[in-house]
């Protein structure tokens, strides 16, 4: 009965279809969507082709004695079944002929063939690739309603052996539907579903190359190689000509935003020329992604380090006298502001005692443990590597800037 869509044997179709496959979008492809819409839709049956479908392997299908029969006896078949079989239907039905004739015959033949040059023409044009861009299929609701269920090219040309063409419950694909009804009745057999996993996959690669292609149409902050370089020294020297922060190792220019900040100002005033990686990150207020992306947005340049040299106190030793008033500043309530703000911008102080000489006498490398430790810590919040001042150094010559000076 399906010769009755007088669309070729299966021997030829499968031959031509074939080759679709393996030459997509090339001269081989017998169908190519790249040479254009109409002849891809319905050219390249009433044009000759310069050059024959590509060549693929059809031993399977000479060997099929099924299929070597319907080649054998197609043309009485198409007759039969495409043109008389239907004008019988009618005619001895209800006694139209006619109507048997061309309705169920000649405009029934026309629908379907221009449901079936629907596949090779919109399904290549119409949509979206779902899970591979390389070749012209495509995935498109309104294709599949023309083609009963094909419109979901893209998954057919990726996972061809699948008997699918939508694989969600809800996708119109009633072709998938009949099949499995067959499948069920004993009249279709072998049926071949493509792993889920690697189904996942395909849709998953294309979701993230669309991702890419957005991440490209926006601005991203600075790589910290190329920002130059300042030690803590010289960030607080340049922060008191223009407004500059320190958080998470990097410094910012506020100048643009003070004014802006939700919290006021004076808060961000208050942190100029300091580190303020504590307070963004929770000991005032702690911040959105959203803050951290506009705040990746105001840099200008890398603190040497990565973070504020840890401070040293002074304090008395154990056996000396207790009275600290000259050693350790009292906290007394016009000062606890101030205080409250050197303890919010260096978490880290170091008390060392001034009494006992011999380990005083040493604190200079107990200061430089204390350093190095500085150097390689990572605050919370966005992680980053600490490179060598060497090498920073070489990356700052390669930008034409000098190390030590922001731009």
Aim: hydrophobic share 35%; proline share 6%; aromatic share 12%.
């Amino acid at each position: 009965m399906g010769s009755g869509a007088i669309q070729g044997s299966i021997l030829w179709w499968s031959r031509g279809h074939r080759s679709h496959h393996r030459y997509t979008d090339t001269d081989l492809d017998p169908y190519g969507a790249h040479t254009g819409l109409v002849w891809a839709h319905i050219g390249w049956m009433i044009v000759k082709p310069r050059r024959k479908p590509g060549p693929v392997d059809t031993v399977d299908l000479k060997k099929n004695k099924f299929v070597q029969f319907q080649q054998k006896y197609y043309v009485p078949m198409i007759l039969f079944w495409g043109l008389v079989f239907p004008t019988l239907v009618a005619g001895l039905g209800w006694g139209d002929w006619k109507g048997g004739f061309f309705f169920a015959g000649i405009t029934r033949l026309v629908m379907v063939h221009h449901s079936t040059f629907c596949i090779n023409s919109l399904a290549h044009y119409l949509g979206e690739a779902s899970f591979d861009a390389k070749h012209s299929p495509r995935d498109n609701i309104i294709t599949a309603f023309a083609t009963f269920g094909e419109g979901y090219h893209n998954f057919h040309h990726e996972f061809p052996m699948d008997f699918r063409n939508a694989v969600k419950w809800y996708q119109y694909d009633p072709t998938k539907w009949f099949i499995w009804s067959m499948s069920k009745l004993g009249l279709a057999s072998n049926l071949k579903i493509f792993p889920d996993n690697e189904v996942k996959k395909g849709r998953l690669a294309m979701t993230l190359q669309k991702l890419r292609a957005d991440e490209e149409k926006l601005v991203f902050a600075k790589s910290p190689k190329d920002l130059p370089v300042l030690s803590w020294d010289d960030f607080v020297t340049e922060s008191k000509t223009r407004p500059l922060v320190v958080i998470h190792g990097f410094i910012h220019d506020v100048s643009n935003f003070m004014d802006n900040h939700p919290g006021g100002r004076a808060l961000v005033a208050s942190r100029i020329g300091k580190d303020a990686t504590v307070a963004f990150e929770g000991g005032i207020y702690e911040h959105s992604n959203a803050a951290h992306n506009m705040l990746s947005m105001m840099r200008v340049g890398v603190l040497s380090g990565g973070y504020a040299p840890p401070k040293v106190w002074p304090m008395m030793s154990a056996n000396a006298p207790q009275d600290t008033s000259s050693s350790v500043p009292e906290m007394t309530s016009a000062s606890s502001s101030e205080s409250d703000t050197s303890e919010m911008d260096s978490p880290h102080p170091i008390r060392v005692s001034t009494i006992d000489a011999p380990k005083f006498e040493k604190s200079s490398s107990e200061q430089k443990d204390v350093c190095i430790d500085a150097l390689s810590y990572i605050p919370p919040g966005e992680t980053y590597h600490i490179e060598k001042r060497r090498e920073l150094g070489t990356n700052i010559k390669l930008n034409n800037t000098k190390y030590g000076k922001l731009y």
